[in-house]
């Protein structure tokens, strides 16, 4: 983050009567002088810096979903009471059908590929947006989602977050972008997704797919032959220290500062893709990512909500549009089973 001086209250302190004649010798307030200019200008050095570091020529700018909805966000009269966030698992979540459950005036803030990096800046902006605001958070999860990848444009280029990482990952980060024109990608990362205005995903090549006579039951074959290497590879990634797991836990605690107490929702999988994990060892008992986040509410205060299962949420077998994202009916199922099992945090 940027450079801010700050005076906090235990700094500044009232001079008894009997000292408020005295005063410095006259070398010893000049070395006081000089120091404190030399102080302020290695940090006035710094803040340009770190400045010019997050200034970032327009024309090499790429363009993401995390700036497009925090625009829609910006828009909004007011900032939402409830934010959803998480991947594009998360992203039939509607806020609409969420307010009549809840009251709530609420967004959907989820993003593909989503990574706790990208919620600690987002949960940081609404705050310092806001700073009295009562956020609540819903954050779709699955074992992915704690594993270390390269950080979204948006966090990098994009000055409402960038302040919030430190100068020495945003230039390592920043070397994986375009450095030329030429280097730009001729189509914008959003495709011909259509959203509503309160960050709902309406429509994307799920969609289309639908449209043009696509079946589950092929897609689902699809998913399930990449589905064990990938799970593989996620229990991998998911144990240990990372890098995403470090800022999931400082989010987490950010929070908490704030007086929010997250309700974290492991997200469905299609019974047919359980079925074929199971068949090959790759479902432990109990599964990891739930345990993991289970032993963090030693720490933290959240609420660990697992739908892995389709029996937990009253889900509908034919409410996929593969082995893991769900349609916006079955997101409306699992919004009623938060109300019902986590309804004292969305209030």
Not at 29 to 49: N, P, Y
Request: with cysteine; aromatic share 10%; charged share 25%.
């Amino acid at each position: 983050m940027g450079w801010i001086i700050r005076c906090s209250k235990g700094m500044l302190r009232r001079v008894p009567h009997h000292q408020r004649g005295l005063r410095l010798p006259l070398l010893d307030f000049s070395l006081i002088v000089l120091a404190g200019l030399l102080a302020w200008g290695a940090v006035h050095e710094l803040t340009a810096q770190s400045r010019a570091l997050r200034e970032y020529r327009p024309e090499l700018l790429l363009t993401s979903e995390i700036t497009f909805k925090a625009d829609l966000l910006q828009r909004l009269p007011r900032q939402p009471e409830l934010i959803f966030f998480g991947g594009s698992r998360a992203e039939r979540f509607d806020p609409q059908y969420a307010r009549r459950k809840t009251g709530l005036t609420s967004f959907n803030l989820a993003v593909t590929n989503s990574h706790p990096e990208g919620a600690w800046a987002l949960v940081n902006w609404l705050y310092d947006r806001r700073p009295g605001a009562k956020l609540r958070w819903v954050w779709g999860m699955n074992s992915a989602t704690l594993s270390d990848r390269d950080l979204d444009p948006a966090l990098l280029q994009d000055q409402r977050f960038s302040w919030y990482f430190d100068d020495a990952l945003l230039r390592k980060q920043r070397e994986l972008l375009p450095q030329t024109v030429a280097q730009m990608p001729a189509r914008s990362r959003l495709g011909n997704r259509r959203y509503a205005r309160d960050g709902l995903l309406l429509w994307n090549t799920y969609d289309r797919y639908v449209e043009m006579g696509g079946s589950l039951g092929d897609s689902l074959d699809r998913y399930i032959a990449t589905a064990i290497a990938k799970k593989k590879n996620a229990d991998k990634q998911g144990a240990g220290r990372s890098r995403a797991r470090e800022y999931f836990e400082k989010t987490l605690r950010l929070l908490n500062d704030h007086g929010t107490t997250p309700v974290i929702v492991v997200m469905p999988v299609h019974p047919r893709v359980l079925a074929a994990l199971r068949k090959e060892g790759r479902v432990r008992t109990p599964a990891p990512f739930p345990a993991y986040l289970h032993s963090l509410e030693k720490r933290f205060r959240l609420k660990v909500v697992d739908l892995t299962e389709l029996s937990s949420f009253g889900g509908d077998q034919a409410g996929f549009y593969d082995g893991v994202h769900i349609t916006r009916e079955n997101g409306d199922r699992v919004i009623d089973t938060l109300v019902k099992k986590a309804g004292d945090l969305l209030r």
